[in-house]
T-cell receptor, first 115, second 114 residues
């Protein structure tokens, strides 16, 4: 149980375009979902926290107009990178939590390359 | 504010030898502590977690970690390394609840020599 999927696993897009990444909790309802980014050979940095039906809470330094997060249902959150640039190339990982007393369950990640 | 420091970005061990990965944290409230493993181009897999119960926590794949409040440490050990243990390991802390946002350490890459 507690499986989280991400789609796509890899995406290549041209500079200036937008790309959407989906995060789904497959066998549980996720009250909270988190989005992290990971640059090569670096650790994970939290970008934002989203609760179903509410606006996402962004970490300091993360542009909310550039990284649009939608958590429309208890099983789906999406991250849209708008007007992507090469510096946005990274590994994006989502996680989901059933409730605060429960741990986070991580998705397999999405590798974004902006050319 | 919470933070995590992992000493040593790379650790090399011989197959069959002890694996020791160090993690120190800072937290203004009682922490929840986690160790995750990440294989190349994959997400994170939980090895074990400390949630204020027993200070010695046993996890999957033979790993265990001990919470030492006086040292603000949560070091990860495995008595005998296996080739399959080659991966990146992350220590993480959350405050107030296990499902709250995580702060990760810088990670330690483990290399196992045959």
């Amino acid at each position: 149980g507690a499986v989280v999927s991400q789609h796509p696993s890899r995406v290549i897009c041209k500079s200036g375009t937008s790309v959407k990444i989906e995060c789904r909790s497959l066998d549980f309802q996720a009250t909270t979902m988190f989005w992290y980014r990971q640059f090569p050979k670096q650790s994970l940095m939290l970008m934002a926290t989203s609760n179903e039906g509410s606006k996402a809470t962004y970490e300091q330094g993360v542009e909310k107009d550039k990284f649009l997060i939608n958590h429309a249902s208890l099983t789906l959150s999406t991250l849209t990178v708008t007007s992507a640039h090469p510096e946005d190339s990274s590994f994006y990982i989502c996680s989901a939590s059933r409730q605060l007393i429960d741990e986070q369950y991580f998705g397999p990640g999405t590798r974004l390359t902006v050319t | 504010a919470q933070s995590v420091t992992q000493l040593g970005s790379h650790v090399s061990v011989s197959e069959g030898a002890l694996v020791l990965l160090r993690c120190n944290y800072s937290s203004s409230v009682p922490p929840y502590l986690f160790w995750y493993v990440q294989y190349p181009n994959q997400g994170l897999q939980l090895l074990l977690k400390y949630t204020s119960a027993a200070t010695l926590v046993k996890g999957i794949n033979g790993f265990e970690a001990e919470f030492k409040k006086s040292e603000t440490s949560f070091h990860l050990t495995k008595p005998s390394a296996h080739m399959s243990d080659e991966a990146e390991y992350f220590c993480a802390v959350s405050e107030e609840a296990a499902g709250n946002k995580l702060t990760f350490g810088g990670g330690t890459r483990v290399l196992v020599k045959p």
